[in-house]
Each structure stands twice: as C-alpha cells, then as structure tokens.
C-alpha cells in the first residue's frame, strides 16, 4: 500500500492506540496535536494528507474550519457534536475537502449495527417483544447516552412501528409502550458496552457488543482514514464500512 501521511487531533487513550496500528495500513503519523500544540495554523509545519480526531465536542467545528481552509480531509471520531452537523456539512461541501464521521468507528460495533437491524425487522413482525437499550462507559465520557446508544436507538425506532420515540431518561414511572427506553451507567474504565435486550412473557434475546480494548475503534479509524483519501464529500462510517473493508485488502 502507498504511504499516506495523516495527524492525530488528540494524544489520549484513542491517540495512543492510533499511534500503535498506524504502520499497519501504511499511515505514517506526521503530526500529534494536543493541548500543549493545538490544531492551529501556525502549528502545521509537516504535510499530511488526513487528520484523525478524537479530542472534545465542542473543538470539532473549528478543528473543520482549519481543515477546509488548508484542503485536510478529516476523521471524526469524537462524538457529541451533532448541533454543528448542518453547519460542518455546508463547510465540507464548500470548501471541497473529504470528511467520515460516525457514532462508532468500531468494527465489531459496525457489525453489531447490522445484526440489529435484522433483530428489528423481525421484531416489527412479532408483537409479543419490548425491546431497550442499555450502555456502559468509563466515567470521563462526556456525552450521556452515547453517539453510539442513539445509533442502535435509530436502528431500531427505525424498523419497528410501534415504537414511535426515543426515551433518554430515567423514568420514575410506567413507561409508555411507545417509547424506545434506552439507559446509561457510567463507570470507572470501562471502554464501552452496549446491550439490546427485546423481552418476551416466555423468552429474552440479548445483543452484546463489548470493547476489551480501543483497538477497534483504531482500527475502523484506520480504515476510513485511508478511504476519505482523495474523496470529497460529506459521508457517515456506518454507510461506508463494508466499502472501507473491501479498499484495505
């Protein structure tokens, strides 16, 4: 594979785990930005064709803002920006640059995604079953539920007719039938977990997805990474994935 130079927006846990698979799709990390060198104009002293960030919600705007002005495509990996999307939109298709977004760049989660889907269209057929959503992450995730959560939400809001709404709070009542419940814990280090549970008067079905590790959001990352290559436009991970998998043989 052609050598791809990329940067890192972030040198915590996620910039850490880039560092290490980096090699292994021939992306060569020429720049690190963090709070000690922010992502800013007069530090873009090396070339490198796409930025990768995982840094906080509210930095992902300006983060675009610099690389359309200077023609970097872009990895966004951080989540809890959606307000901005309209906006981060109109500067992709602007400016001309390439830009992959997405709740999850996890490859289990991508297909974990796709497994609830199949669970959903079935369970719009067989009435007996209420379905939810629960998620775990470590206590330093700023976001509650997860980009991730509302995905598998939408999944399933989407497919299934009698459910007409998300609820994302606590109730301290009966829920209406109508409403997609998912919940949140926040604890100690736990990188992320995600169950969908649909439950029946004679049976429960269980979807699991379990991050031991960050490797595979690195990894997915990765991935789309060397696909917005080149690319322009505008475009969601969870559309792209299994065109990614197909570009990294």
Request: charged share 20%.
């Given at each position: ?20 698979h980096a090699d292994r799709?021939?992306?060569p990390v020429a720049s ?123 999944i399933l809001i989407d ?91």
């Open positions: 594979m052609k050598n791809i130079p990329i940067s890192l927006l972030g040198s915590g846990a996620m910039g850490a785990e880039l560092l290490l799709y021939a992306l690190v930005f963090d709070i000690n060198t922010p992502f800013r104009e007069e530090n873009l002293t090396k070339k490198f064709s796409v930025a990768i960030d995982f840094t906080l919600p509210h930095l992902v705007l300006q983060h675009i803002q610099l690389a359309a002005k200077k023609g970097i495509n872009v990895v966004i990996g951080t989540t809890g920006w959606a307000q901005h999307k309209e906006e981060i939109r109109s500067i992709v298709d602007e400016s001309g640059i390439g830009v992959v977004y997405g709740s999850n760049f996890s490859i289990g989660m991508q297909i974990t995604f796709r497994a609830v889907k199949e669970l959903a269209t079935l369970l719009n057929y067989v009435d007996e079953y209420d379905v939810a959503i629960h998620e775990y992450h470590h206590t330093n995730k700023v976001d509650s539920p997860s980009g991730t959560g509302l995905s598998l939400a939408s497919s299934i007719e009698r459910k007409k709404y998300i609820e994302r709070n606590t109730v301290q009542e009966k829920i209406a039938k109508e409403s997609l419940h998912i919940t949140s814990t926040r604890l100690g280090s736990v990188v992320g977990k995600h169950i969908v549970t649909a439950d029946s008067s004679f049976d429960q079905i269980e979807i699991i997805h379990n991050a031991k590790t960050r490797t595979g959001f690195a990894l997915g990352a990765l991935r789309a990474a060397r696909w917005i290559n080149g690319k322009k436009g505008f475009y969601n991970f969870e559309d792209i994935f299994e065109e990614t998998l197909q570009n990294n043989e």
